[in-house]
């Protein structure tokens, strides 16, 4: 099973980034997909879930209303769409995945079996 996350880059404040995670070895449908985040020097944070079973999403308080999910089945990719950028979304964004994500613990780093390699998004003032 590998995860690949692409999209990062360098945004100004307020614009707008398109972050993919690409499955292999898996189906994005059977897998329910969690996107975390991690800035040097402090613990990686939970962002978003796109859970398996009717395709539902939650999102981090902190960007709640700005960043959205979705999922192409045919691609076994979900991308994690981020709009009204901030200063403080700039961080290495990893993508995570596993068969069973229970909603309470969907937050844990431990809940999730595979992860991808991170894409970097720094998002300036």
């Known amino acids: 099973v590998q995860l690949q996350a692409s999209g990062g880059g360098l945004v100004q404040a307020g614009g707008s980034l398109r972050l993919s995670c690409a499955a292999s070895?898996?189906?994005?449908?059977?897998?329910?997909t969690g996107w975390f985040r991690q800035v040097p020097g402090k613990e990686r944070e939970f962002v978003a879930v796109?859970?398996?079973?009717?395709?539902?999403?939650h999102f981090a308080d902190s960007v709640k209303g700005r960043f959205t999910l979705s999922r192409d089945s045919a691609k076994n990719t979900v991308y994690l769409q981020m709009n009204s950028l901030k200063p403080e979304d700039t961080a290495v964004y990893y993508c995570?995945?596993?068969?069973?994500?229970?909603?309470?613990?969907?937050?844990?780093?431990?809940?999730?079996?595979?992860w991808g390699q991170g894409t970097q998004v720094t998002v300036s003032s």
């Open positions: 796109f859970f398996r079973s009717g395709s539902s999403t």
């Open positions: 995570a995945a596993s068969e069973q994500v229970i909603y309470s613990t969907r937050y844990r780093e431990s809940s999730y079996g595979f």
């Open positions: 070895g898996l189906s994005s449908r059977t897998y329910t």
